[in-house]
């Protein structure tokens, strides 16, 4: 069966610096990963995915994740942290063991920026 | 640009009081889900559906059902609401199986039970 874990719930940087928000995940067939963000009393909008393409992803708003089979990590980063990027971030992983088309979610990581 | 979206973004209501929240997706989509999600613990599945009239638990189904009577429409029922059902409720839709497993959210619903 799939898991995902996401180390640290709440992570803190200041504007400008380097984001790294970090997800492990376990799967045992090839996984398609997500990295989701949900502000404030919003729903959750997808940053980016891994479909076993490139294992260098691009997202929204100059974030990307490397997929890297070795370590099993999927994590998200961006370079230099905007106030605007303050929001929770889920990572995800299909469930293969499961009933298909469905996704399984970490336990989320509240990003604050401090200016 | 994929549309879903949820009858009431904030709802308070009673225990033991029948609760409907609404979800509606504008493209088609076959796959639709209910999650709930609170603090600490991320999302958890409550219910899923794959077509009109069908649908399948999920992780933590006891106390809700579903109802998908069209494709568009997916509804989650508390028969009888109570306190520790006080949450944020999601909605998703995704294409069929052919796409990545990608889901697009509603707005979510807060939920109160008093």
């Known amino acids: 069966a799939q898991s995902v874990t996401q180390l640290g719930s709440h992570v803190s940087v200041s504007e400008g610096a380097l984001v790294l928000l970090r997800c492990n995940y376990s799967?045992?067939?090839?996984?398609?990963l997500f990295w989701y963000v949900q502000y404030p009393n919003q729903g959750l909008q997808l940053l980016l995915k891994y479909t076993s393409a490139a294992t260098l992803v691009k997202g929204i708003n100059g974030f990307e994740a490397e997929f890297k089979k070795s370590e099993t990590s999927f994590h998200l980063t961006k370079p230099s942290a905007h106030m605007s990027d303050a929001a929770e971030y889920f990572c995800a992983v299909n469930n293969y063991g499961g009933s298909q088309g469905n996704l399984i979610f970490g336990k989320g990581t509240k990003l604050s920026v401090k200016p | 640009d994929v549309k879903v979206t949820q009858s009431s973004r904030y709802l308070v209501k009673r225990t033991g009081e029948k609760v409907f929240l609404e979800c509606v997706q504008d493209?088609?989509?076959?796959?639709m889900f209910w999650y709930r999600q609170d603090p600490g613990l991320g999302l958890r599945l409550i219910y899923f559906s794959y077509d009109v009239k069908m649908k399948e638990k999920g992780d933590i189904p006891e106390g809700y059902s579903v109802s998908r009577e069209k494709k568009e429409r997916f509804s989650l029922i508390l028969e009888s609401a109570s306190t520790n059902q006080t949450s944020m409720y999601l909605c998703a839709s995704s294409p069929p199986l052919t796409d990545p497993y990608e889901q697009y959210f509603g707005p979510g619903t807060r939920l109160t039970v008093t």
């Open positions: 799967s045992s067939v090839p996984p398609y």
């Open positions: 493209m088609d989509h076959e796959n």
